[in-house]
């Protein structure tokens, strides 16, 4: 790839797209300096971005049904602007992994102040030590709601979260067996919430102390010890890297890079930075394929490129988009999260992003940077201002070039280019 292409190739793997003009300023300074810049915006002076919930009424658990309901687009609607509109993309980027991986769902914990108070937690502990992060996680309200961890008693131990904590959060398949499971359980008996305020407490009267094994590791009996025998199994840092790969660099990469990278990372201190960094340089290496976009990822890139008023208008049509797609945030359909590549392409989810195309290119102002390349036709500078200067596939050019009506038509068609929907 050339300096340009890797670094457009960065800030869709580890953002949402480019803004306009971005390209041309981190052009500039190289991909090496921008990955730099990107996974650690604290060390190079980047603003700050805001909380996005800051201001926004999430109600309490008095509230009543249409106020819960008028929460809950609150912050849905509060959240993509600051996909859409953040100066950090990376962060943003990475509270949005964690929620698709550690997984909690409003159609569950039914509170989004809740929800918003995991997200934050994402946000602030993402970047650092996932046992640091499994553990906050293990006793945060929205997750001891949504896998029943308030119900795990030592009179009543509830698998639940237990199972997920290894399945699909930390471990993967077939590196624990049952009795883990119900160890790991009794050792996390406990934990409460408090019903008005969400405060987690510890029960200790609920609480089964009975020293486990688990993992192979005698003398586990509480969350602590649970964290930090999943921390040291070889399969966490290994699974992790693993899940990492397949979101920065897609599918098919080639087992030695998860190696070298799996080993770095638990060298590391499991230190997701370091990780997140690795897998980076890996890409602009040429490690990886082309991966679909997930609904979430491609609007909001498109809403970043435009250049639009991030406006009730435009946040409403992307709202429907996400909704007609399949992928609203905060509303994951299972404990596993979306589904991730071709689950994509599927006939009412791509119908949904034309829609949205469509729309869009009848909003850009003609005498702006895209209105105006799309007066003139030209389709390749086109590419590059929506954060693809490799151009067009040989197939969608020919399509662009071809398309016939007024500039909004041409603009419609580039947003709704397969090539758009490819990372």
Do not use: C
């Not at 959060?169 to 499971?181: M, R």
């Not at 102390?209 to 070889?234: C, E, F, K, S, W």
């Not at 290496?285 to 491609?298: I, N």
Request: hydrophobic residues 50%; glycine residues 10%.
């Amino acid at each position: 790839m050339e300096e340009r292409e890797k670094v457009a190739w960065l800030h869709r793997r580890l953002g949402f797209g480019v803004m306009p003009g971005l390209l041309d300023e981190h052009e500039s300074l190289g991909a090496a300096a921008v990955l730099d810049l990107l996974v650690d915006p604290d060390g190079h002076a980047q603003p700050v971005a805001p909380d996005p919930w800051a201001g926004v009424d999430l109600a309490g658990a008095d509230a009543e049904p249409e106020a819960l309901r008028t929460a809950r687009r609150a912050a849905i609607t509060a959240w993509v602007t600051a996909m859409v509109t953040t100066p950090r993309p990376t962060h943003e980027w990475l509270r949005w992994f964690w929620h698709g991986h550690l997984v909690s769902s409003l159609d569950v914990v039914k509170y989004p102040s809740a929800l918003v108070r995991q997200l934050r937690l994402y946000a602030d502990l993402g970047w650092g030590d996932t046992p640091t992060l499994v553990r906050a996680m293990s006793v945060d309200a929205a997750m001891l709601r949504y896998l029943d961890g308030v119900s795990n008693t030592r009179d009543a131990v509830n698998e639940n979260f237990g199972r997920e904590l290894l399945e699909l959060f930390t471990l993967g398949v077939g590196a624990f067996d049952e009795v883990d499971v119900r160890a790991g359980a009794t050792a996390l008996t406990g934990w409460t919430i408090d019903r008005t305020t969400f405060e987690v407490r510890f029960a200790e009267r609920a609480h089964d102390d009975t020293p486990q094994r688990y993992l192979g590791v005698d003398g586990v009996h509480d969350l602590d010890t649970v964290v930090a025998a999943i921390a040291v199994q070889p399969a966490h840092a290994r699974f992790l890297t693993r899940v990492l790969a397949a979101e920065i660099l897609g599918d098919g990469v080639d087992p030695a890079v998860i190696a070298a990278r799996s080993a770095e990372f638990a060298a590391s201190g499991l230190d997701v930075r370091t990780l997140v960094r690795g897998l980076a340089a890996d890409g602009l290496d040429g490690a990886g394929s082309t991966k679909v976009l997930a609904p979430v990822p491609w609007a909001v890139g498109l809403a970043r490129a435009s250049g639009l008023e991030v406006d009730a208008p435009l946040l409403g049509v992307v709202g429907r988009t996400l909704i007609a797609s399949g992928q609203l945030p905060m509303l994951p359909p299972n404990v596993g999260g979306w589904p991730a590549g071709g689950a994509w392409l599927s006939t009412s989810t791509t119908l949904a992003r034309l829609n949205f195309a469509t729309w869009l290119g009848a909003k850009i102002p003609l005498d702006g940077p895209l209105g105006a390349l799309a007066v003139a036709g030209d389709v390749d500078a086109m590419a590059d201002a929506l954060g693809h200067p490799e151009g067009w596939s040989a197939t969608t050019r020919a399509a662009l070039a071809n398309t016939t009506g007024p500039p909004a038509a041409l603009l419609a068609a580039a947003f709704g280019a397969p090539d758009l929907m490819l990372a």
